[in-house]
């Protein structure tokens, strides 16, 4: 393998609509509520979080996808475990 190679080798390009599969387990931060139900967004895809503390706003959470529309880069995901708070 050349040098070249070798350098770039796993580089790849962010995108700000990631796409999640049902069943995909991720941290994200509570960002908002959509109605009485929080939200994580990552980027401009949003995940519809049921079953999180009603305190979870601006705290890092593990949570699993459970539907995701490829088109809307909208989600239901399920409520796992708090990870952190926020920095600010």
């Given at each position: 393998m050349s040098l070249r190679k070798k350098y770039f080798a796993g580089?790849?390009?962010r995108t700000n609509k990631p796409e999640f599969e049902p069943g995909e387990e991720i941290s994200a931060f509570v960002t908002g509520h959509d109605g009485d139900?929080?939200?994580a967004r990552i980027g401009d895809?949003?995940?519809?979080?049921e079953g999180a503390p009603g305190n979870a706003l601006d705290t890092r959470i593990r949570?699993?996808?459970?539907?995701f529309d490829d088109n809307d880069?909208?989600?239901t995901a399920t409520y796992l475990e708090t990870v952190?708070?926020?920095s600010f």
């Open positions: 580089l790849g390009f139900a929080p939200v895809t949003i995940l519809r979080v949570l699993r996808v459970e539907e880069h909208r989600g952190g708070q926020s």
